[in-house]
């Protein structure tokens, strides 16, 4: 653990035109530099730099940080990695935290469990490429395979001799423990006490963390006998977690960004053949289907991912529901379906670079087309099964976040199933409504109408764009003053001349009526930073945000600042726009934000009420209450509209 104010010392310090000159280029323009994009292939230059607010972003690909952010991508280095990095770049002494007893003897035994793995890994590849049983057994059968030593080295792979200590034994003469082999798995105990060698007579793929460090290894046969297991794998342990860890991605993570997706396959060989045919943005699931803590992994590079099947279809139904989770995730997935016979791995081998690539983005079907084509071939005309294939496509359509998404994929799905488009909109947001419900516990869902009457589903607003909207602004113009009249919304910003800090304004108009953004976790942090804040008659600034500890609110705080909306300074590399730091520009923009939003969250209320008044049928009390209430709601929710109807919105 690094002391908070010598992470504050390292900032400060850290040019980052500096930092990031040491890698690439950059030219000056205007108050900024300029280079070409490290994250993706580009030939004129997006990459821009800002040494005045100490960050980079390119609007090629959309790549934004601090140095320390840019270091950790650039150099795959972890947060504390990069910071000593830099510290050392500018004689900064860093002392370690103490850390509690507890936390010295966890971080030893991992240093010591990373310490034997990297030290088997060494060992299996000197057996592979120096023993003679080795060369004769693993290295002929890696040779038959088609890798070549460059691949063979660059995936450290390696042999493991048939023996049952082989291991045991080189690592105990080099001071390694028993103990550690055994929480590593890479010898187990018997219930006698005894202990062999877990990985015996096989080639060895080594399984690396994101860091290029290995953690675990699947060790696989050679001959075909069926009495074995084809692979047999390193056990969970302190360092290797497998629903965390993705084969291939220490490698992939710079071809995914400059891809823009990856390839995701079921194993390790089909990996390496790829990357045979020149495709790196390639990760490997090891046979199982995709983790949250795998998808949240890929997410950190791309929001594309291309599943590549080899050609069995029953494979590809069962992973349906694993795919759904992908798409709950925003990802956007395609599917590539290898031709019977076929996996990734012999399709690579038997064909050129060129014909893969060509394949592969020829053949790439949307997963949800995808997936309408496979179920409709299988319903025919049956209408029981076209039934369930509605409500499937539906579940699926129903998960993607994005609005605009969702409606394009209906469209397409409506088209696909040759069914009313409009059918299917009612029933996504039956589902979403549903689902909805069900996510707010509080809540039980109202029943649902009899199929007659069903036309007029009362929707909610979604307020995460509003959200963001106000966060942008708190975050740019915080700490500017403005006069709220100036909006043009007298009635709901008051009448007169006086100044109020930006800030104030909103986070006292939205307290006012207990209203708190929350759609996110990071826009629900950065507001409660303000707030608390503002008790205290304070502006955070927005290196606050930048350096901020919790990588999700920095992101969004520096996707945020450098919105082309807010950056003059940006103008310069010639993106143009509107000046909202003008009087009445910025009046606008901040009262209209804030009323905006509160028009939302009070629409979102009547329509909770609404749906209410449609249980309590009997209870005349409880009805008449709800009808006051709502007609209260309506009252402010007509005001503000009309207010809003009087001016015009800037951008
Ligand atoms: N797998 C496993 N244990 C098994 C079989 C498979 O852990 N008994 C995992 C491995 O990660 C493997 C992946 O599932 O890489 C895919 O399995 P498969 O296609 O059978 O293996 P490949 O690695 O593709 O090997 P090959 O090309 O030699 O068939
Ligand atoms: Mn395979």
Not at 310 to 316: F, K, L, S
Not at 540 to 550: G, T
Request: aromatic fraction near 8%.
């Amino acid at each position: 653990m690094i002391p908070k104010e010598t992470i504050d010392k390292i900032f400060e310090a850290a040019h980052i035109e500096e930092v990031i000159g040491d890698f690439l280029p950059l030219k000056k323009r205007g108050v900024n530099m300029i280079g070409l994009c490290p994250f993706h292939n580009e030939k004129t230059p997006s990459f821009t730099v800002s040494p005045s607010k100490g960050i980079y972003k390119c609007f090629g690909c959309g790549e934004s940080g601090t140095a320390v952010n840019f270091v950790m991508k650039h150099e795959n280095m972890t947060y504390p990695e990069a910071l000593k990095y830099l510290a050392a770049k500018y004689g900064i002494e860093v002392e370690e935290k103490e850390m509690t007893d507890e936390e010295k003897v966890k971080e030893k035994e991992r240093e010591s469990l990373m310490g034997v793995t990297a030290f088997a890994q060494a060992h299996f590849a000197d057996t592979l490429l120096k023993s003679d049983e080795g060369k004769a057994i693993g290295l002929k059968y890696f040779n038959e395979r088609g890798f070549n030593d460059y691949i063979i080295e660059k995936f450290g792979l390696g042999y493991a001799a048939d023996s049952w200590d082989d291991l045991q034994k080189a690592a105990k003469a080099k001071g390694y423990t028993e103990d550690v082999l055994i929480k590593t798995g890479l010898i187990v105990k018997t219930e006698e006490g005894k202990t062999y060698d877990r990985f015996r007579g096989r080639v060895i793929f080594p399984i690396y963390n994101i860091s290029g460090r290995p953690i675990g290894f699947g060790g696989r046969i050679l001959d075909s006998s069926k009495s074995k297991a084809k692979y047999v794998n390193s056990p969970e342990s302190e360092i290797y977690h497998k629903s965390n860890v993705l084969y291939g991605l220490n490698l992939a993570r710079t071809p995914i960004m400059k891809a823009e997706n990856c390839y995701l396959v079921e194993g390790y060989t089909d990996v390496i053949s790829l990357h045979m045919a020149g495709i790196e943005n390639v990760v490997a699931s090891s046979g199982t289907s995709l983790t949250t803590g795998q998808i949240k992994l890929l997410k950190r590079f791309t929001n594309k991912i291309t599943i590549l099947y080899d050609g069995d279809t029953a494979g590809i139904k069962a992973s349906f529901r694993g795919i759904d989770m992908i798409i709950e995730e925003g990802l956007n997935v395609k599917i590539v379906l290898f031709p019977e016979g076929e996996d990734p791995d012999s399709f690579a081998r038997s064909h050129s670079a060129e014909e893969v690539e060509k394949f592969v983005s020829e053949q790439a079907k949307d997963f949800i087309l995808f997936k309408s084509d496979m179920l409709k071939g299988e319903a025919g005309n049956d209408p029981a099964a076209r039934s369930e294939m509605i409500k499937d496509i539906v579940r699926s359509i129903a998960l993607i976040p994005e609005n605009i998404d969702r409606q394009l994929y209906t469209r397409e799905a409506a088209v696909i199933l040759e069914i009313d488009e409009e059918i299917l909109v009612n029933e996504i947001a039956k589902y979403r409504r549903k689902k909805y419900y069900k996510d707010k516990k509080d809540y039980s869902p109202p029943e649902e109408e009899p199929a007659k009457k069903a036309p007029q589903i009362l929707l909610k607003d979604n307020t995460l764009n509003l959200e963001k909207e106000i966060t942008r602004v708190l975050l740019n113009y915080g700490n500017f003053e403005f006069i709220p009249k100036l909006s043009g919304m007298p009635l709901l910003a008051g009448d007169t001349e006086e100044k109020v800090k930006v800030s104030d304004f909103i986070i006292s108009t939205l307290l006012d009526d207990d209203i708190v953004l929350k759609e996110s976790a990071e826009i629900s942090q950065i507001f409660q930073e303000f707030v608390e804040a503002y008790e205290q008659d304070k502006v955070p600034s927005q290196q606050f945000f930048v350096k901020y500890e919790d990588e999700k609110v920095n992101k969004l705080a520096i996707d945020l600042i450098t919105d082309p909306y807010n950056l003059h300074e940006w103008s310069k590399i010639g993106i143009n726009v509107a000046d909202e730091t003008t009087d009445k520009v910025l009046a606008r923009l901040v009262v209209a934000s804030v009323y905006a939003y509160k028009q939302k969250i009070v629409n979102n209320r009547i329509v909770e009420l609404t749906e209410q008044l449609k249980e309590e049928g009997q209870d005349e009390e409880k009805v008449f209450k709800l009808q006051k209430t709502i007609a209260a709601l309506t009252s402010t929710r007509n005001k503000i509209l009309k207010e809003m109807g009087r001016v015009v919105l800037p951008g």
